[in-house]
């Protein structure tokens, strides 16, 4: 399958492509953002939202369940 990607969405195709490149055999990042090294924003609410995603299997679920191929469409 070959990905295009715009801006913040360069990160999360490009990490698919890294995590399972027998899936793309060609990818395009137009003007990528966000693989600079990440800050928590948004004051107390952001680091209460970072908490909760970082919590061990929610983050790399919701992941998963964003890149399967019924998450996609």
């Known amino acids: 399958m070959g990905l295009v990607s715009l801006s913040l969405g360069g990160e999360f195709v490009a990490r698919v ?8 055999n060609s990818l395009v990042l137009i003007s990528p953002a966000g693989f600079s ?17 970082s919590l061990p299997g929610l983050g790399q679920g919701a992941y998963v369940l964003l890149t399967t191929k019924p998450g996609i469409m």
């Not at 090294?37 to 209460?48: A, E, Q, Y």
Request: charged share 25%.
């Open 17 to 24: 492509a890294a995590e399972v490149p027998e899936l793309v």
């Open 37 to 53: 090294t990440r800050t928590i924003r948004g004051g107390k609410t952001g680091v209460r939202i970072h908490s909760v995603i």
